[in-house]
């Protein structure tokens, strides 16, 4: 709520606020004056030549103190960028180490994991075809839970599809040997797919553990110039491997009656 009063608009204080501009003026008339009276009183020829002689002095230490001004600032800014450099040096250090780190961590767990899926491809190779139910230890989450942070810190791109292809390959066992367990199914027709694919996939489990442990040991984790993504292997399969796409309708011709027509 106002007051009622006027207000009243700002003044500046001559003694406060503008007495800097006038001692500007009086030092500036000072300076001009002084040479002349000086000329007057000593003579023309000692007061020019004293002025020349200490305005050149005044100048010369006047450009001496701003190059050593500048040159302080520029050797004060690249330290600081020296400290910088350093610190970014350190900090990709760091990145580096703890890539390495969770490259080994996540590669030893596949190595194991692929050592147990070894194991369990040669027993299915070797009893798979005595049993109508077989179920092998066929894991797979270790490559699940440490396939999308590798293939950000890995620059083996072949390998990581190698280990993609090789994995999918597992899903495939599965459902083989699920689909051979079923009812109606001639598992003695199934035998000889999955058996081709599990030998294709024994030779493959070899090669791979030799470059996850290798991985283990040195991961590539920096580009490397020339890399052709290393070596690629679970690339080809047996015909035999492949033929589930019309297993199907094989196995329901042989199983239905004679005369009959196959189930499309």
């Not at 003026?25 to 004056?33: A, E, G, Q, R, Y």
């Not at 600032?73 to 040096?89: D, G, I, L, P, S």
């Not at 767990?109 to 369990?120: D, G």
């Amino acid at each position: 709520m106002e007051d009622g009063s006027e207000r009243r608009p700002p003044r500046l204080d001559f003694w406060f606020d503008r007495w800097p501009f006038g001692l500007l003026i009086f030092v500036v008339l000072v300076s001009v004056v002084a040479p002349f009276v000086t000329a007057a009183v000593w003579g023309a020829a000692n007061t020019w030549t004293s002025l020349a002689t200490g305005f050149s002095a005044t100048m010369l230490a006047f450009l001496i103190a701003l190059a050593w001004d500048r040159r302080q600032r520029a050797f004060a800014e690249f330290q600081e960028q020296e400290a910088e450099r350093r610190r970014e040096e350190l900090m990709r250090a760091r990145e580096q180490e703890r890539r390495e780190t969770e490259a080994r961590r996540r590669f030893s767990a596949i190595a194991l994991e692929l050592e147990r899926l070894q194991a369990s491809l040669e027993r299915t190779v070797h009893e798979q075809g005595r049993y109508r139910y077989f179920f092998p230890d066929l894991p797979s989450g270790s490559w699940l839970a440490g396939s999308g942070p590798l293939g950000m810190i890995i620059s083996n791109y072949g390998l990581m599809a190698d280990l993609s292809t090789f994995y999918g390959h597992v899903a495939e066992l599965q459902w083989r040997l699920r689909f051979k367990a079923q009812t109606g199914v001639d598992d003695a027709a199934v035998n000889p797919i999955i058996d081709a694919l599990a030998t294709e996939m024994l030779r493959d489990v070899a090669v791979l553990i030799a470059h996850v442990r290798r991985q283990v040991e040195q991961p590539d984790v920096q580009p490397i110039a020339g890399d052709l993504g290393g070596h690629l292997v679970a690339r080809r399969q047996r015909t035999g491997a492949i033929r589930s796409t019309d297993f199907r309708t094989e196995v329901e011709a042989e199983t239905s009656p004679a005369g009959a027509p196959a189930t499309p």
